[in-house]
């Protein structure tokens, strides 16, 4: 996804991640996350980055590659995170990891809906004030009656 040059292959390559990990987590015996993360980042976010690509109109720039000069630097971080999840592989004792814990759906959606509730709408507010700034930015100056 991010290798690669036009942008909007990089957004259906993103939403490809997006659907493959949501299938990781069906698979892990998570269907209510799978499903969260179709209807929140396959669905809503997707569509809100395709939108502001569209809107910015940047959809047609074919840029170079701008990581020519990193990929040493790129390098080295790689290693160290496949060394430190190497280490933490190992020093783990998974003996413990066959415990199941349950919850309830209706105890998480209690709780999704009365302590959680401030974090979405603040979250619902942040994706507003999003949309409402790449349009603003996408705006051409010659489309405002003010401008005149």
């Given at each position: 996804?991010?290798?690669?040059?036009?942008?909007?292959?990089?957004?259906?390559?993103?939403?490809?991640?997006?659907?493959s990990l949501a299938g990781m987590y069906a698979l892990l015996g998570a269907p209510i996350v799978?499903?969260?993360?179709?209807?929140?980042?396959?669905?809503?976010?997707?569509?809100?980055?395709?939108?502001?690509?569209?809107?910015?109109?940047?959809?047609?720039?074919?840029?170079?590659?701008?990581?020519?000069?990193?990929?040493?630097?790129?390098?080295?971080?790689?290693?160290?995170?496949?060394?430190?999840?190497?280490?933490?592989?190992?020093?783990?004792?998974?003996?413990?990891?066959?415990?199941?814990?349950?919850?309830?759906?209706?105890?998480?959606?209690?709780?999704?809906?009365?302590?959680?509730?401030l974090p979405f709408e603040i979250l619902s507010l942040l994706l507003l004030a999003a949309i409402?700034?790449?349009?603003?930015?996408?705006?051409?100056?010659?489309?405002?009656?003010?401008?005149?």
């Amino acid at each position: 996804m991010v290798t690669l040059r036009n942008i909007i292959h990089s957004a259906v390559a993103m939403m490809v991640c997006f659907g493959s990990l949501a299938g990781m987590y069906a698979l892990l015996g998570a269907p209510i996350v799978a499903a969260a993360q179709v209807l929140i980042y396959l669905g809503a976010i997707s569509v809100l980055i395709l939108f502001a690509i569209m809107l910015t109109q940047a959809g047609d720039a074919n840029l170079p590659s701008p990581f020519h000069r990193q990929v040493w630097a790129a390098a080295l971080v790689a290693l160290v995170v496949v060394g430190l999840i190497g280490w933490a592989v190992t020093a783990t004792d998974w003996g413990n990891a066959t415990v199941v814990v349950g919850i309830a759906l209706d105890a998480m959606a209690e709780a999704l809906f009365t302590d959680y509730a401030l974090p979405f709408e603040i979250l619902s507010l942040l994706l507003l004030a999003a949309i409402i700034g790449a349009i603003y930015l996408a705006r051409r100056p010659e489309d405002d009656e003010r401008a005149n």
